[in-house]
């Protein structure tokens, strides 16, 4: 298992970190790789319309017409990332169904390993694709405009990869296909390590909501313009910036935030006032009216803002999701497991998004978390403890057997 995540941190095109951007030279080169070890470990293996890879496994006790036992997370990184986000989630799968495999274990149900497609938003500024095509939740007219840094349309990229953008909702799966879904994953916190922790049962996950501001201003010289005289967009839009980080601030005890997480300045040289700034903005919280209520803050303070500097602002919401639940009865279950195997463990919120928000409309599902060393995560020292793994594998292979058999 350790094989796979150190042979798949290989494949990336960073120099600094893993860079394995949804559906890139690297992210394919990973899906092959794994796809390559499930079909000769004898797995039945396919690609759905969007790309998701499902292995599927069934013991000689499954009953005909069973709905399937789900697991899995994605392979595809943001730049300059860990070798463990998403990675670890879909190596611990296998494990875990490797493990049923070869113990003969009696299951009622068949298992599923799925490595999800484009769960990073970070090359077409959406995330968790693949599985909300799963869910029959794809944005087919929002995802044919998605284009990433170099112009390369999200179309494009399903081309590369022998899909098509139209047969994208031959995804969905049905409600009476999937028994249960279980992702585990790191927990890009540090809750687990200050409560010394091996397993986070995690009960809500928070979703973005994430918006597009453009700022228009006047482009003139730097030098012969007097600052009263200005429209500088620039300006405004580090107001904003700072408003937006005082809203969330007001709402930290909530749990909501809001980060301003990308920014372009035209025409972006040094001697000319800028005409027009564009940042995007993600608000994201476990309570669904939290967010609602910062989203309308920042839009006043950005009215504001506009009228005092008389730089006119447009706010283009990208998309807006709803926090999601886990699912209380795996989670007892869960529970249990580790009180079984003496596995210390405690309840958190992810504040981070994952594929399991959007399985939870369609199937019961759970999200495990593991320590991750001082919460680093999204950054080359991301790291989690052998030790840590082991526990993990133990954990989701004794909560799919229990769900399955």
Avoid at 121 to 133: D, E, H, L
Avoid at 169 to 188: C, M, N, Y
Wanted: with cysteine.
């Amino acid at each position: 298992m350790l094989k796979i995540i150190n042979e798949l941190a290989l494949l990336s095109e960073g120099r600094n970190g893993i860079c394995r951007l949804a559906f890139s030279e690297a992210d394919l080169k990973a899906r092959q790789y794994m796809m390559n070890i499930m079909k000769e470990s004898g797995f039945a293996v396919r690609l759905d319309p969007i790309g998701n890879i499902i292995a599927r496994y069934e013991s000689g006790t499954v009953e005909e017409g069973a709905p399937a036992v789900v697991t899995g997370s994605h392979l595809d990184t943001v730049p300059e990332g860990g070798k463990y986000d998403g990675v670890l989630g879909v190596a611990v799968a296998w494990s875990a169904v490797q493990r049923l495999k070869e113990k003969q274990l009696p299951l009622s149900h068949p298992v599923e390993v799925v490595v999800f497609a484009a769960e990073e938003s970070s090359r077409f500024n959406f995330a968790t694709m693949g599985s909300k095509a799963m869910a029959g939740m794809a944005n087919i007219h929002a995802w044919s405009k998605a284009k990433d840094q170099n112009g390369i349309s999200f179309s494009d990229a399903l081309t590369t990869a022998g899909l098509t953008l139209s047969d994208v909702p031959g995804a969905t799966r049905s409600k009476k296909d999937i028994k249960a879904f279980v992702e585990l994953h790191i927990e890009q916190g540090r809750i687990l390590e200050q409560e010394h922790c091996v397993i986070g049962i995690v009960e809500s996950i928070a979703a973005p909501t994430r918006l597009k501001i453009t700022v228009e201003g006047t482009a003139a010289h730097a030098g012969t313009t007097p600052i009263e005289d200005r429209q500088d967009a620039l300006v405004s839009a580090a107001m904003i910036i700072l408003a937006v980080r005082n809203i969330a601030a007001e709402q930290s005890y909530e749990g909501t935030v809001a980060t301003v997480g990308a920014i372009k300045a035209s025409p972006g040289v040094i001697n000319v006032i800028p005409g027009k700034v564009e940042m995007w903005v993600d608000i994201r919280g476990t309570r669904q009216e939290n967010v609602i209520e910062v989203l309308q803050e920042i839009k006043d303070a950005i009215s504001t803002i506009a009228d005092d500097q008389d730089t006119p602002v447009s706010i283009e919401v990208i998309s807006s999701e709803k926090p999601a639940q886990m699912d209380e009865g795996i989670n007892e279950l869960v529970k249990a497991v580790c009180r079984d195997l003496n596995i210390p463990y405690t309840r958190v919120d992810s504040r981070a998004g994952h594929d399991a928000m959007n399985m939870a409309h369609i199937a019961p599902t759970a999200l495990i978390f593991l320590p991750c060393h001082e919460g680093i995560s999204h950054n080359p020292e991301e790291f989690v403890a052998t030790e840590h793994i082991s526990i993990g594998i133990d954990v989701l292979t004794e909560t799919i057997y229990r769900i399955a058999k």
